[in-house]
C-alpha cells in the first residue's frame, strides 16, 4: 500500500503565495502520474491540476490557470504545486493523488483513475 504525504498548507492572504508537496516515501515517484484535487465545504471535489510521470505533460482546471504550478523535484522526489495570487475560492483541502502508470507522458484526469492518496492539507485564503 502506497502512503501520499501533502505538506505546504496554512493559512494567506488574498494575493499571497503558497507550495504544497506531495511524497510518496519509499517509492520512485517518477512512476506516478500525481494530482491535485481540492474539496471546499459544501461543494464537490474539484479537479486542480495533474503531470505525466516524465513531467512533460501537465493539465490546470481553468480556475488556476496562469496561477497554479505543477512542478517535479526528482531530487526530493516529491511532487510540488505552487499557488501564486491566491483568491478567497481557492481556500479547500488540497488532497494529492497518485497512480502507478507504465508510460511515462500519461495525465490521469479522472478521480477514479487514482489508487492512492493523501491526507490533504488545508489551504485558507483570507479576504
Known amino acids: 500500500q502506497v502512503q501520499l504525504v501533502e505538506s505546504g498548507g496554512g493559512l494567506v492572504q488574498a494575493g499571497g503565495s503558497l507550495r504544497l508537496s506531495c511524497a510518496a516515501p519509499?517509492?520512485?515517484?517518477?512512476?506516478?502520474?500525481v494530482g491535485w484535487l481540492r474539496q471546499a465545504p459544501g461543494k464537490e471535489r474539484e479537479f486542480v491540476t495533474a503531470?505525466?510521470?516524465?513531467?512533460?505533460?501537465?493539465y490546470y482546471a481553468d480556475s488556476v490557470k496562469g496561477r497554479f504550478t505543477i512542478s517535479r523535484d526528482g531530487a526530493k522526489n516529491t511532487v510540488n504545486l505552487q499557488m501564486n495570487s491566491l483568491k478567497p475560492e481557492d481556500t479547500a483541502v488540497y488532497y494529492c493523488?497518485?497512480?502507478?502508470?507504465?508510460?511515462?507522458?500519461?495525465?490521469?484526469?479522472?478521480?477514479?483513475?487514482?489508487?492512492?492518496w493523501g491526507q490533504g492539507t488545508q489551504v485558507t485564503v483570507s479576504s
Open positions: 493523488a497518485g497512480v502507478i502508470t507504465g508510460y511515462s507522458d500519461y495525465l490521469a484526469l479522472r478521480p477514479n483513475e487514482y489508487d492512492y
Open positions: 519509499g517509492r520512485s515517484f517518477s512512476r506516478f502520474a
Open positions: 503531470i505525466s510521470g516524465s513531467g512533460g505533460n501537465t
